[in-house]
C-alpha cells in the first residue's frame, strides 16, 4: 500500500501494558477463573486448566498465577525434567493444545504434583477432553481436574479492555468512539490489543486525533485481512 505523502512512520515506543491483579477487569465471563487464581494454594484439586479462545485473558490469569505462586514454565516432552521441577513447586504449563506434550511425561507431572502437595496450572484453547490423549492414565488424571472456562468477552469487558489499552498509552478515548469500535470489532481481547495498536500508530504517523474515520480504516484493513487468509 502507497503511503500517503504527509505520513511519517513514528518511533516504536515500547507500551507496558499494566498486568498485575490489580489491573485485571473483572466480568462475569471471568469470575470462576479470577477465583482460582485468588484462592490459591486452597484449590479444590491439586491440578486446573483455565480454559478459552484465544485472546481471553487465560496468559493474563496464568501470569498472575505464576507470580503469585512463584511457579515455574514448563513443557512436558519427553526426557525432560519437568517432574522432579513439579516435585519441588508449582508449575505452569501454558497452551497445552497447541504446544502439545508427551503423554507419560505429563501424566508423571500430574503425579508428581499430587504426591508432593505443589499445583499445577495449565491453560488451553479446549477443553482436556478434546485433546489428543492415547494414554488412559493420563486421561482419567485429567478427569479428575478443576476445569474452568472463559467464554467470549461481551460488550461491557471488551469497553473496558479497549479504554484501559488506550490509557495505557496515555491516551484518552470519547467513550462514543469506542462503543463503535466494539459493535464492528471481533470478539476477542487479542483483537482489541491489535486495533489500539493499530489506531495508535496510524495516528502518530498523520499527526492526527483519534477519529471515528481513523478507527473505521483499521477495522476495515483488519477484516480484509481476515477474509484474505
Known sequence: MTKRPFEQ???A?????????EDLLV??????AIAIVDHWPDWPSPVVIIAGPIGSGKSH??????ERAGARAIHPVADSDVALIAA????????????????TTLFHVINSVRQHGTGLLMTSRLWPMSWPVVLPDLRSRLKAATVVEIGEPDDELLTQVLIKLFA?????????????????????????????ERIDRLALARGVKLTRSLAAEVLEELGNQRHSD
Open 9 to 11: 512512520l513514528p518511533l
Open 88 to 103: 519441588n513447586g508449582p508449575v505452569l504449563f501454558e497452551d497445552a493444545d497447541r504446544q502439545g506434550f508427551d503423554d
Open 168 to 196: 495505557d498509552r496515555q491516551l484518552f478515548i470519547d467513550e462514543r468512539l469506542v462503543g463503535y469500535i466494539v459493535q464492528r470489532m471481533e470478539r476477542s481481547l487479542e483483537a482489541a490489543q491489535t486495533i489500539v
Open 27 to 32: 466480568s462475569d465471563r471471568l469470575s470462576a
Open 61 to 66: 490469569l496464568a501470569s498472575i498465577w505464576k
Open 13 to 21: 515506543f515500547d507500551h507496558d501494558p499494566a498486568t498485575g491483579r
